[in-house]
């Protein structure tokens, strides 16, 4: 990092759960104690070597940890039998789905946030992926599960997990994100890391078959059939509109796989709908059952549920679509910058009309932008991971980033999203989101209009 003429920055994690004032006290503690014990290492150095160039000349002790060899390289390690399943190291135990005590939480209603902030690429492992649940989830046998269509077509049929799984498969990666998600950003309420402002958010790679192909084979009517309704085997019964369109541009997917393994019992074992850009509640879990129709069916959770508050109390119904947003998850709230000097920032972009072509990112609040580079692979209804480089002077600076898609849709401001859609919504929150960093180096979550 010499090229930067600055020292390296250091940033601590974020904690992985709200802070109080007694967590807030401490991590400032813990900073000071570290800048205390510097100046003081500092200052017996002076003492001892007759000031700072006597400092300079002086060899540096060397770090134990690389010049004495550690234990782990003198023992036998353990056997590959000791775990059936890999799980991650025991010093990464704190990188968890957590629930938001803000938020209700019953087997009626419960939701888990993705730790954003943590994870690197664009792959949300299947541990760590969101989960939103509208009666709790079930671990299902395969072998007593079925799926039924019918409605307008000529033949209905009922297919077992093995007849699906006897059809050529396909995969691909999409990202999943709640409706909600950046929901009580609404209202002004800055909870205070990524993981929960941005965490009902996951991508990965699904293996299924195409819900078109199974379509064809019962023979449906495509005309006069322009919808279809999905409903899973959960305990609500959820069902959801799906427009053909959608359907015959061959998207979505029947997928029985993610992450190159069977679907985890949380996100829809054996059996879920894909259907890539639109709100994760349109993926029904556990599916069992595909009903082709003429119009809308105007279900529960699609007349009282996901539906947008307007301005003149209008409910604006069936809009699906995520439009494209992004978000810093490094530095981000909750985490402290130690030290000036160069970072990396980085996050992730994502649009649900297609691939990221841009995204810019400001560290003065939105005056000025820099275009951040896109890391590969760039996918189509898929996260995209960019990076910036930077260099912090020590001073309080706000850190934004503005995505667009290839639609040339770009990524709105809160004072324009507000403009149009109020501030009583609780839906499709796709705002530019800010981090405040003070002169501690505490990071924080802030609304820029």
Not at 121 to 142: A, M, N, V
Not at 168 to 183: K, L, Q, W, Y
Not at 355 to 381: F, M, Q
């Amino acid at each position: 990092m010499t090229e930067w003429n600055e020292r390296p920055g250091r940033i601590r994690r974020a904690p992985e759960n709200f802070l109080g004032p007694a967590e807030i006290e401490a991590v400032k503690q813990g900073r000071r104690d570290f800048l205390r014990k510097a100046f003081l290492s500092a200052s017996a150095a002076l003492g001892a070597g007759a000031g700072a160039a006597a400092l300079a000349q002086t060899a540096p002790a060397g770090d134990p940890a690389i010049l004495n060899l550690p234990e782990w390289s003198k023992t036998l390690g353990m056997p590959v039998a000791t775990r059936g399943y890999g799980m991650p190291s025991q010093y990464e135990a704190g990188l968890i789905r957590r629930q938001s005590p803000g938020l209700t939480q019953t087997a009626a209603s419960s939701v888990a946030f993705t730790p954003l902030q943590g994870m690197f690429g664009i792959i949300t492992p299947s541990g760590l992926h969101f989960e939103r649940h509208h009666q709790g989830w079930h671990d299902i046998d395969p072998s007593k599960h079925r799926l039924m269509i019918n409605g307008l077509v000529r033949t209905p049929m009922v297919f077992t997990m093995e007849d699906l799984l006897r059809l050529p498969p396909v995969s691909r990666i999409h990202f999943i994100e709640c409706g909600a998600n950046t929901g009580m950003e609404w209202g002004n309420v800055a909870v205070p890391t990524v993981q929960y402002t941005h965490g009902m958010l996951s991508c990965s790679e699904y293996t299924g078959v195409r819900l078109i192909d199974l379509l064809e084979m019962c023979g449906a009517d495509l005309k006069k059939g322009r919808y279809l309704l999905a409903e899973g085997a959960d305990g609500s019964s959820l069902t959801r509109t799906i427009p053909m369109e959608l359907v015959e541009s061959g998207e979505v997917l029947l997928a029985y796989g993610q992450n190159g393994e069977m679907l985890r019992p949380e996100n829809g074992y054996p059996l879920r709908l894909v259907v890539p850009g639109v709100q994760g509640v349109s993926w029904v879990k556990w599916l069992r059952r595909v009903e082709v129709g003429d119009k809308p069916w105007g279900t529960k959770d699609e007349a009282v549920h996901y539906i947008d508050l307007m301005p003149d109390g209008i409910h604006r119904q069936y809009t699906s679509l995520q439009e494209a947003k992004s978000v810093i998850t490094s530095p981000s709230g909750g985490q402290i910058l130690l030290d000036k000097g160069y970072y990396n920032i980085t996050g992730l972009a994502w649009s649900g009309r297609g691939k990221i072509k841009r995204v810019d990112v400001s560290t003065d609040g939105g005056i000025n932008w820099r275009p951040a580079r896109l890391e590969t692979p760039i996918l189509s209804k898929a996260l995209t991971r960019f990076n910036i480089d930077w260099v912090w002077d020590g001073k309080p600076a706000i850190l934004q980033s503005r995505c667009v898609d290839e639609s040339g849709y770009v990524q709105p401001t809160y004072g324009q999203l507000r403009a149009v859609r109020g501030t009583r919504s609780i839906y499709h929150n796709n705002a530019i989101q800010s981090w405040l960093v003070n002169e501690a180096g505490e990071v924080s979550n802030v609304q820029v209009l």
